[in-house]
C-alpha cells in the first residue's frame, strides 16, 4: 500500500479526544488547499484527524487498508472520474459515510453524487461550520446515530 498521504491538522491548536474516547479518523481527497483548510478547521472543532492525499489510488489504499476510518470527503474537482471514484468507495466501504464536495450546486451534480453513493453533497461554497457539522454527524457512535 502506498503511503504517501499525510495527516492534516488545523493551524488552530489541534484537539485529539482523551479518556478511552476513539480519535476521529478521515480521508480527504483533495487539491484544493481552501478546502483543506476549512476541513482541517472543522477538525479542530471536534478533535479529529484526516489521511490528506491528492491521488485516487491512493485514497482507495487507504479506503482498503485503514479499519478505523470513520468518514471519506472527496473533491470532485479531483479528477474527471469523480462520480466513478465515488460509486468505488462505496462499493468498497459499504458502512463508510462519504461527503461529495462539487465545484457548483447545480442539482444534477448533487444528485448523480448521492446515485453514486455520497451520504451528503456540499458545493465548495459550503461554510465551515456545514462541514463540522455534517462531521460530527456522521462520525458518531453507530448507536449514537441510531437514535439521532
Known amino acids: ?9 488545523s493551524t488552530k491548536s489541534f484537539v485529539v479526544k482523551t479518556g478511552g474516547m476513539k480519535t476521529t479518523v478521515i480521508l480527504l481527497l483533495t487539491n484544493d488547499t481552501e478546502l483543506e483548510a476549512l476541513v482541517a478547521d472543522a477538525l479542530s472543532e471536534i478533535g479529529a484527524i484526516s489521511h490528506l492525499t491528492r491521488d485516487a489510488g491512493e485514497a482507495l489504499d487507504i479506503i482498503c487498508g485503514v479499519d478505523d476510518l470513520d468518514l471519506a470527503i472527496v473533491d470532485f474537482e479531483h479528477g474527471p472520474h469523480g462520480m466513478t471514484l465515488l460509486n468505488a468507495i462505496s462499493t468498497l466501504r ?55
Not at 100 to 129: M, P, W
Open 94 to 148: 459499504e458502512d463508510l459515510p462519504l461527503i461529495a464536495i462539487t465545484r457548483d450546486d447545480e442539482e444534477h451534480v448533487q444528485a448523480l453524487a448521492y446515485v453514486n453513493g455520497a451520504t451528503a453533497c456540499f458545493s465548495k461554497r459550503a461554510v465551515a461550520t456545514q462541514l463540522a457539522n455534517a462531521i460530527r454527524q456522521w462520525c458518531k457512535p453507530t448507536i449514537e446515530r441510531a437514535f439521532a
Open 1 to 9: 500500500m502506498r503511503r504517501n498521504s499525510q495527516f492534516l491538522r
